[in-house]
């Protein structure tokens, strides 16, 4: 079963733009992952942030983490046409062992 | 690049067949995860391995099964072939345990007619 849903479930931006994805989840957790994946092949992971962080950045990334509402968020900064792709929000359950429970996904598309 | 390397990339099965799936990993990587992502869905656990021990199971059946083996290469078997296994079959792996950052491979594409 799916853990998280996530908003919205495809995005439209031009070249420059800023995307955000957000991210739902049900239980507690160790830590969020993200995870892009281009035309259904294997998955990057993008970015880590635990369930003790609230921001975290890498590039023009940047990932915030509220574990009151239980929910996440992608933020791309100046978007460019490669970052055309499916993004993923995970979780890592609290005390599991260690299995992604992975969310449906938001396909962006960045037009040029 | 993951350094994490599937094979074979597609596979055509009929129903009834069974299949082996193959995933090698860094050296180094002490945990291996599979998951099935079918058309158009976020990936589904299937199961991890950790240190060559089953370290969770997702809610597959039985004729779903593994091994990792000491050279950090894993298999995935899928025995009695459903038309719903048809999907693409994702490994993971972890250099720093179960719950890290997971690096995927470029899967395995299976159709069963």
């Known amino acids: 079963s799916q853990q998280g849903e996530e908003d919205p479930q495809a995005l439209s931006i031009q070249e420059g733009e800023n995307a955000t994805m957000n991210c739902s989840y049900k239980?507690?957790?160790?830590?969020l992952q993200w995870y892009r994946q281009n035309s259904g092949r294997g998955l990057v992971h993008l970015i880590l942030?635990?369930?003790?962080?609230r921001e975290k950045h890498s590039g023009r990334l940047r990932v915030t983490l509220d574990t009151s509402k239980k929910s996440s968020s992608l933020l791309i900064t100046a978007s460019r046409a490669a970052d055309t792709a499916s993004y993923f929000c995970?979780?890592?359950?609290?005390?599991?062992?260690?299995?992604?429970?992975f969310g449906q996904g938001t396909t962006l598309q960045v037009k040029p | 690049e993951t350094g994490v390397t599937q094979s074979p990339t597609h596979l055509i099965k009929t129903r009834g067949q069974q299949v082996t799936l193959r995933c090698s990993s860094q050296?180094?990587?002490?945990?291996v995860s599979w998951y099935q992502q079918a058309l158009g869905q976020g990936p589904q656990f299937i199961f991890q391995?950790?240190?060559?021990?089953?370290?969770g199971r997702g809610n597959f059946p039985p004729r779903f099964s593994g091994l990792q083996f000491p050279n950090y290469s894993s298999e995935l078997n899928v025995n009695a072939l459903e038309l719903d296994d048809s999907a693409l079959y994702l490994c993971?792996?972890?250099?720093?345990?179960?719950?890290?950052?997971?690096?995927f491979g470029p899967g395995t594409r299976l159709l069963v007619l």
């Open positions: 239980t507690s957790i160790n830590n």
């Open positions: 942030i635990r369930s003790n962080e």
């Open positions: 050296s180094g990587h002490n945990t």
């Open positions: 995970a979780t890592v359950p609290s005390g599991n062992t260690g299995k992604l429970i």
């Open positions: 993971a792996s972890s250099v720093a345990g179960p719950q890290e950052t997971q690096y």
């Open positions: 391995y950790y240190r060559e021990e089953e370290n």
